[in-house]
Every structure is written in structure tokens, then in C-alpha cells.
């Protein structure tokens, strides 16, 4: 089984996160059966964007990256403090490991701006939101990333980078795709109507 960790910080965006759950779940029910999905926050409980509440499955404590393969982080709003957990050691140290290891890391949105952080993007390709006068993407190309303006979504090796949140359920197909095959990942597409 291969198994996702889905990284939330308070003010994620849910629809961000969603697309994870939902990809990685059908595929676990009606695709090839390989893939399992893990929620885990630095809180109890974490208060969405828009103010629904979520309770992680596992605290970033508990976390042993060996147990899983893949990273999975959904962006947020600043406004709703996406950044106090986002930014946080214990964050960006999940980050460096799935890095260290060589293991997925995928991306929607500002998601990237705490991969940035961490210096595991410093010298590669990224993207992030891309409106707003490309302010994220000023910020990602300060932690030393050479953004890529232009593209929905980008791969540098391991770690996949999306501009906004349109680019999610496609970010989440890519990284079922590169967990199972392109014919599993089209089979569950299909099956989800795409």
C-alpha cells in the first residue's frame, strides 16, 4: 500500500486538501487498490480557510516518514494563519525529509511556499498562486527558487508546484499517477467523470 501524507496547516484551503482525499480514496475503492491517505496537523483540530473545522488523523509528532510515500500539502490564506503552521520547524522539517528520501512531494497553490522555506527547492523549478501581481511568486523566487510564471503546474523532479487553486484535482492525478501507473491514474479518472 502505498501511503499519502496530507500535510494541513490551520487555514488550508479545503477544496486544496479535498482533491487529495478524494483522488487517493477512489483509487483505493475503485482503482487498483494500492493507495491510503493520512491527515496530519500540528493541531487537534484545524479551523479551514473558510471556517469549517478538521481533526488530522495523526499529529506532526507522530510522524514517522519512513511509513509513507508520498507529501501532499494544500495551500491556504494568510489571512486565516496559514503561515504560523506552515512555517514552522516541524513543518518544514516533514518537508526536508520527504525531500531527503527522494519521496513525491505535491503542491497546490501557495503549498509551495513553505517547500521554499524548508530549502528544498533552493536552485530548482517551482511555481505558486500567480495573480495579485505575482506576490507568492516573489516570495517563492526569495527562498531561491527559479519560478516558472507561465505554467499551471510544474515538475522538478520529486516535487510537483502548482499557480492556483484550478490546478488541484490535476496536481492530485499526477501524483496518483506517479504512485500507481498513467493507466490506473486514466482508469480513475474515468471513473471520477474527468
Same mark, same amino acid.
Given at each position: 500500500?502505498?501511503?499519502?501524507?496530507?500535510?494541513?496547516?490551520?487555514?488550508?484551503?479545503?477544496?486544496?486538501?479535498? +482533491?487529495?482525499?478524494?483522488?487517493?480514496?477512489?483509487?483505493?475503492?475503485?482503482?487498483?487498490?494500492?493507495?491510503?491517505?493520512?491527515?496530519?496537523?500540528?493541531?487537534?483540530?484545524?479551523?479551514?480557510?473558510? *471556517?469549517?473545522? +478538521?481533526?488530522?488523523?495523526?499529529?506532526?509528532?507522530?510522524?514517522?516518514?519512513?511509513?509513507?510515500?508520498?507529501?501532499?500539502?494544500? #495551500? #491556504? !490564506?494568510?489571512?486565516?494563519?496559514?503561515?504560523?503552521?506552515?512555517?514552522?520547524?516541524?513543518?518544514?522539517?516533514?518537508?526536508?525529509?520527504?525531500?531527503?528520501?527522494?519521496?513525491?512531494?505535491?503542491?497546490?497553490?501557495?503549498?509551495?511556499?513553505?517547500?521554499?522555506?524548508?530549502?528544498?527547492?533552493? #536552485?530548482?523549478?517551482?511555481?505558486?498562486?500567480?495573480?495579485?501581481?505575482?506576490?507568492?511568486?516573489?516570495?517563492?523566487?526569495?527562498? #531561491?527558487? *527559479?519560478?516558472? !510564471?507561465?505554467?499551471?503546474? +510544474?515538475?522538478?523532479?520529486?516535487?510537483?508546484?502548482?499557480?492556483?487553486?484550478?490546478?488541484?484535482?490535476?496536481?492530485?492525478?499526477?501524483?496518483?499517477?506517479?504512485?500507481?501507473?498513467?493507466?490506473?491514474?486514466?482508469?480513475?479518472?474515468?471513473?471520477?467523470?474527468?
Amino acid at each position: 500500500m502505498k501511503k499519502v501524507l496530507l500535510l494541513l496547516s490551520d487555514g488550508f484551503e479545503a477544496v486544496e486538501a479535498s +482533491v487529495f482525499t478524494d483522488v487517493i480514496g477512489w483509487n483505493k475503492l475503485e482503482g487498483d487498490g494500492t493507495t491510503d491517505l493520512v491527515t496530519v496537523g500540528r493541531k487537534e483540530k484545524l479551523k479551514c480557510t473558510w *471556517n469549517f473545522t +478538521v481533526i488530522p488523523e495523526m499529529h506532526i509528532s507522530e510522524v514517522n516518514v519512513d511509513e509513507f510515500d508520498a507529501l501532499a500539502i494544500p #495551500g #491556504g !490564506f494568510e489571512e486565516a494563519d496559514f503561515y504560523e503552521d506552515a512555517y514552522s520547524e516541524d513543518f518544514l522539517d516533514i518537508i526536508r525529509q520527504f525531500d531527503k528520501a527522494e519521496k513525491i512531494i505535491a503542491s497546490v497553490c501557495v503549498g509551495a511556499l513553505p517547500i521554499g522555506k524548508s530549502g528544498v527547492l533552493s #536552485g530548482r523549478n517551482a511555481t505558486t498562486y500567480n495573480f495579485v501581481n505575482s506576490k507568492r511568486q516573489k516570495q517563492l523566487s526569495e527562498f #531561491g527558487v *527559479n519560478v516558472i !510564471f507561465n505554467e499551471p503546474i +510544474v515538475i522538478d523532479k520529486n516535487i510537483i508546484t502548482s499557480y492556483n487553486p484550478s490546478t488541484a484535482f490535476n496536481v492530485a492525478f499526477k501524483l496518483l499517477e506517479m504512485l500507481t501507473s498513467k493507466e490506473n491514474c486514466n482508469n480513475v479518472k474515468k471513473l471520477m467523470g474527468f
